[in-house]
Each structure stands twice: as structure tokens, then as C-alpha cells.
């Protein structure tokens, strides 16, 4: 039975943290690229950042030098560590890996 289940997420005040984990089952997870997208009230999912099985990193440039991923293939984990976090990203935070998908975990970066 596949699963991608992701955890972490929560409210934070403006220039807070929050360290997003992914936990994947089923498959062979370390196979394969994995990432984080995010999706906003009345926007379109997005790429926030991705990790190739050999470790080549992508990062939206809207988080370039506050986000950063990382995988655990022993463990089947990815992470997502963010920094200075800023309002505008809120949103639903999304793990993938080959072709599944978690369910999401919300983030809300608020005063």
C-alpha cells in the first residue's frame, strides 16, 4: 500500500520556522525524485522545491535562501526546513514522490 503522508505544518508568526516532513511508503522512494509544492487560496499549485535520487535541488526563486530540502532514502524522508517565513506563504504545503502524493499539511504564516 503506497502512502506519502506529510506533517509539520501549523501557524508561525512572520520571519518564523517550520521543518515539514514526508514520510513515504510503498514504493521505492529512493528510486526517484521528490519535492514540495504548495498551493494557495485561489492560486495554482506551485513547485517550492525538488531533490533528484542523486540529490540535484531545485528551489522556486521565491523561496531561494529560506527554504531547504533534504532527503533521508535510508529512511524513506524528505524535508522541507523553512525560514523567515512571510505571509505570503500560507498556503498547503504537498510531498510527492514519483507519482504520489501526500494529502497536505497546512502552513499559515500570520501575525
Known amino acids: 500500500q503506497v502512502e506519502v503522508v506529510e506533517s509539520g505544518g501549523g501557524l508561525v508568526q512572520p520571519g518564523g520556522s517550520l521543518r515539514l516532513s514526508c514520510t513515504a511508503s510503498g514504493f521505492a522512494f529512493s528510486s526517484y525524485a521528490t519535492g514540495w509544492y504548495r498551493q494557495a487560496p485561489g492560486k495554482e499549485r506551485e513547485l517550492v522545491a525538488s531533490i533528484s535520487k542523486g540529490g540535484l535541488i531545485y528551489y522556486a526563486d521565491s523561496v531561494k535562501g529560506r527554504f531547504t530540502i533534504s532527503r533521508d532514502n535510508a529512511e524513506n524522508m524528505a524535508y522541507l526546513q523553512m525560514s523567515d517565513l512571510k505571509p505570503e506563504d500560507t498556503a498547503v504545503y504537498y510531498c510527492?514522490?514519483?507519482?504520489?502524493w501526500g494529502q497536505g499539511t497546512q502552513v499559515t504564516v500570520s501575525s
Open positions: 510527492w514522490g514519483h507519482q504520489y
